[in-house]
Structures are given as C-alpha cells and as structure tokens.
C-alpha cells in the first residue's frame, strides 16, 4: 500500500526540569495514505500533539523513523499545511497579507499566488474581506484566514491541531462543513488532532485513539460514512454509536474525556 507519510516505533521523551526525562509517546506507528484523512483522539496529556509536532518535522523522535512522501524526513516544512487552535494572525497584517506569510517565509513571491490566495478567500466565504485586519473579524473568520494560509501553498499534507476548539458550538459546525467541502474539493491527505470525539467521526475516515501515559497507539476504527457528509448525520443511531464506541476504548483505562 502506498503510503504519504509513516511513523515506526516513534518514541518522544522530554526532560522533566533538567533531571530526568519523561516519555510522551513511546513505539508508535502510523500510516497515512494520499487522500486520506484521519483523526487522533484520546486523554489531554496522551502526546497527541507531540505526534503531530513529530509529523510536522517540528520534533526529531529519540527513536523510530518518520518517512514522508518516500523520503525520511529532512524537516522540510515547504509541502506541509499547519492549522493550530489559536489562528496565530499577524495584527499588523490584512488578510491577504496573513494568508501570504507561508510563502514569504519559504522565499517565494506572493504575487504569483494572489490567484489562489482569492480562490480559497471565496470559497471559505471571506470575500469582501481581503483587506480587513484581524481584530475586525470574529474568532470563526480568523480560522477561516487560518485555514488559508494553510493551503496558500497546496500542501501535500494539511495538520490541524484542536483548530476549533476555542470556538463556539455554532462555528464549530460551521467551520466542520468548511473543513469538509475543502477537503472534497482540494483533496488534501489530512491529519487532525481533537478532544472532541463527535468531531473526530464527522469529519475523518479513520479515528485512531491514543492510551496514555506515554502515549500509544492504543486502536483504530474506521468510519464508515460515504462523502460529502451532511452535519446532520451527527444525530443519526449510526454515528452515534461510533462515538459511543470510541468513547467506550477511551474509559477502558479510565481515560475519560
């Protein structure tokens, strides 16, 4: 099977006020193919967003390999998206000069992404607001800028840490139908870290749920839902016994959300 990124026996370990060193996730492995978008799910402190962070090339693993695009990984960032729980926008900066850092900080000239840059600004529904500054937009149309500056650059790999979190129910589902439309049009392999089960259903095709401490990969499941799906397949019997499902291998180790 053809894979655009795996993890090998991944183990993290930090060190606990200079003295000894703790184990954030320890042998994991973990397969991610082209098109695929898969959620990790599991306890706070399980090392979900370190094994993110080991994804996005942002910490080298103790032990273990990392392989992307069939390459071990040289932490080159250029072919990788990064979407955080904070939108983390430059306040001094308009819109289309946030979306346009991702290409600045690699040497490229923005000007040759204007096109793109307004192509997703209309599809995430932020047109007209191209020259607005960040605190003029609410916390949704931030992530929205967020998320295009993401993409500015097609990635080959779009990371998204807790990205709604902060947000009110409302935009939260708001922003799962965004996230939803532009992975169907865009078709971007995807790999999401949550809290929020419900979220991890909805949006992925395979949720793996993390033990801790340290962290490991303790099970997947895989989801069953045909695209595009509709935010109201979250009420169905179906979906919600997925959820119960996963929250169930979660309380096995009194991991409870």
């Known amino acids: 099977m053809e894979y655009l990124v795996k993890l090998s026996n991944v183990t993290v370990k930090y060190r606990n006020n200079g ?20 959620a990790v799910v599991g306890k706070s ?7 993110l962070k080991v994804v996005a090339g942002l910490i080298k ?15 080159s960032k250029k072919r990788i998206g990064v979407m955080f729980q904070s939108p ?8 289309l000069e ?12 923005p000007e040759s992404y204007v096109n793109r840059a307004l192509t997703l600004i209309e ?3 932020l047109k007209g607001f191209e020259y607005s500054y960040p605190w003029e937009l609410s916390g949704g149309m931030q992530q929205r800028v967020a998320l ?14 807790e990205p709604f979190s902060s947000l009110d129910a409302i935009t939260r589902e708001e922003m799962w139908s965004l996230l939803e439309s532009v992975f169907l049009y865009e078709n971007y392999t995807t790999l999401l870290v949550t809290h929020d089960i419900r979220e991890a259903v909805l949006l992925s095709d395979r949720v793996i749920v993390m033990s801790g401490k340290p962290g490991r990969v303790k099970t997947e499941v895989r989801v069953p839902f045909k695209r595009p799906r509709d935010i109201s397949i979250q009420y169905s019997k ?17 991991e409870l959300q």
């Open 88 to 95: 983390l926008l430059l306040p001094w900066r308009n819109v």
């Open 238 to 254: 179906e979906f919600n016994e997925y959820v119960a499902k996963i929250k169930s291998m979660l309380s096995e180790q009194h």
């Open 19 to 38: 003295r000894r060193y703790l184990t954030a996730i320890s042998n994991v492995d973990l397969n991610i193919s082209p098109g695929e978008f898969v």
């Open 61 to 75: 693993p103790d032990e273990g390999e990392v392989v992307f695009n069939e390459h071990f990984f040289n932490g």
């Open 98 to 109: 946030n979306i346009f850092l991702p290409i600045e900080i690699v040497g490229e000239d």
């Open 45 to 51: 402190g399980c090392g979900k967003t370190t094994l």
């Open 123 to 125: 599809r995430t529904g």
């Open 148 to 161: 295009c500056r993401a993409l500015i650059h097609k990635p080959l790999l779009l990371l998204l840490d």
